[in-house]
């Protein structure tokens, strides 16, 4: 797997990647690891990161559109074979979901998991075992933004390690997805070809 893609010999101007989700999500984190010379910049969907794309405010986006547990990650699957985008690259990358909460929490306080349907599916049988409720959310990194945001020690959020970090917020189980190969296949778009 490579450690980054896509760098042109001498071009050191970094461009704008879009993707969907807030500061510390798994797509956020494969374009840190794969362009960091890129501003990585969040969109609330699919549609708003690749319309980003489509009207040039971003150069490139980074979107996932498979998944090695539940296949297909829709809708940015349908909208990036639909959307006639140049696929620069594409790259596998090991998704590790952590369930996190406010400092102190217990993890017999909790009473609702937080994340984007997406990981829900990809931790669905171990979440069963916990008996909360569970809540869906927009993003994962977005569900622990909201975790921290709330103060509420009966709620927690399933996002990556990082998002924990960005948040304040301390993770009570690592690991948690049902697949221990769980792996998500991120695509790097480029405009439309006329």
Same mark, same amino acid.
């Given at each position: ?10 071009? *050191? ?19 840190? @690891? ?12 699919? *549609?708003? +990161? $690749?319309?980003?794309? @489509? ?13 090695? #547990? ?6 940015? =699957? &349908? ?8 696929? $620069? ?5 090991? %998704?590790?979901?952590?369930?996190? +909460?406010?400092?102190?929490?217990? $993890?017999?306080? %909790? ?14 049988? #171990?979440? =069963? ?7 869906? !959310?927009?993003?994962? =990194?977005? !569900? ?9 020690? &009966?709620? +927690?959020?399933? +996002?990556?390690? @990082? ?7 301390? %993770? $009570? ?10 792996? &998500? ?6 405009? @439309?070809?006329?």
């Amino acid at each position: 797997m490579p450690d980054q893609i896509g760098r042109p010999e001498n071009d *050191d101007t970094p461009g704008r990647v879009a993707y969907q989700g807030a500061p510390g999500a798994f797509s956020h984190e494969a374009c840190m @690891a794969l362009r960091p010379w890129d501003i990585a910049v969040p969109f609330e969907s699919f *549609d708003l +990161a $690749l319309g980003a794309l @489509a009207s040039g405010d971003c150069d490139l986006a980074l979107i996932p559109i498979e998944n090695s #547990t539940i296949g297909a990650v829709e809708p940015a =699957a &349908t909208l990036v074979r639909e959307g006639g985008y140049a696929v $620069l690259a594409d790259v596998w990358r090991p %998704i590790r979901h952590a369930l996190m +909460a406010l400092p102190g929490t217990r $993890l017999s306080e %909790i009473r609702t998991i937080e994340s984007h349907p997406i990981a829900l599916d990809q931790c669905r049988e #171990t979440l =069963a075992g916990f008996h909360c409720d569970i809540v869906v !959310a927009f993003d994962t =990194a977005g !569900a622990a933004r909201d975790v921290a945001e709330a103060g509420d020690s &009966t709620r +927690a959020a399933l +996002a990556p390690m @990082a998002a924990a970090e960005a948040y304040g917020l301390e %993770i $009570l189980r690592n690991d948690l997805q049902d697949s221990p190969d769980n792996r &998500t296949r991120f695509v790097l778009l480029a405009p @439309a070809r006329g």
